[in-house]
T-cell receptor, first 114, second 115 residues
């Protein structure tokens, strides 16, 4: 089954404790993105990757890092989480850049930073 | 600035009635427009897109959207709503000048369909 998986689905952590949210897709897509969803703000892009070892900042990259060492995986890293990073996070992938065709989204990771 | 607006936070309709979820946009160049649906506790799912061609676009689950260039709108419609259509709907547009295909999302509209 074609899918995007994220882990963990739920995470409660404390300020400053490094964490990684994993994302994996099995569709051989080149383009992957991370978004955060906050009430009243819709989805905002954090980082995106157009291929292995090619990543770039989205609209709200501060406090986040990503890597793309393999085509299927695109982990999101919070080196020192803060409460304003409490949010719902989605990973997405697509065959072409997101503005040209359908994106496939993961189920989401709800992060709470205390 | 390029943007997408969904003027209604929530839309309520009775089952069997037609529904409309509104979206307006502001981008440079020709817009690439999308609708996505989000069911509770799920990721977004693609519904339909407009790139070029016929102004009326048909998508999944019986939804359609009408592109109106003069009004810069891309409203989502369905002739007869189902209770199972209750979800959040997001309009998105490709940033006109972006060669990375970056999408700008609206803030979302929650649709409640009552039996």
């Amino acid at each position: 089954e074609a899918q995007v998986t994220q882990n963990p689905r739920y995470l409660i952590t404390v300020t400053g404790k490094k964490l990684t949210v994993t994302c994996s897709q099995n569709m051989n897509h080149e383009y992957m993105s991370w978004y955060r969803q906050d009430p009243g703000l819709g989805l905002r892009q954090i980082y995106y990757s157009m291929n292995v070892e090619v990543t770039d900042k989205g609209d709200v990259p501060e406090g986040y890092k990503v890597s793309r060492k393999e085509k299927r995986n695109f982990p999101l890293i919070l080196e020192s989480p803060s409460p304003n990073q409490t949010s719902l996070y989605f990973c997405a992938s697509s065959l072409l850049p997101s503005g040209y065709n359908e994106q496939f989204f993961g189920p989401g990771t709800r992060l709470t930073v205390l | 600035a390029q943007s997408v607006a969904q003027p209604e936070d929530q839309v309520n309709v009775a089952e069997g009635n037609p529904l409309t979820v509104k979206c307006t946009y502001s981008v440079s160049g020709n817009p690439y427009l999308f609708w996505y649906v989000q069911y509770p506790n799920r990721g977004l799912q693609f519904l339909l897109k407009y790139i070029t061609g016929d102004n009326l676009v048909k998508g999944s689950y019986g939804f359609e959207a009408e592109f109106n260039k003069s009004q810069t709108s891309f409203h989502l419609k369905k002739p007869s709503a189902l209770v199972s259509d209750s979800a959040s709907y997001f309009c998105a547009v490709k940033e006109g000048s972006s060669n990375t295909g970056k999408l700008i999302f609206g803030q979302g509209t929650t649709l409640q369909v009552k039996p």
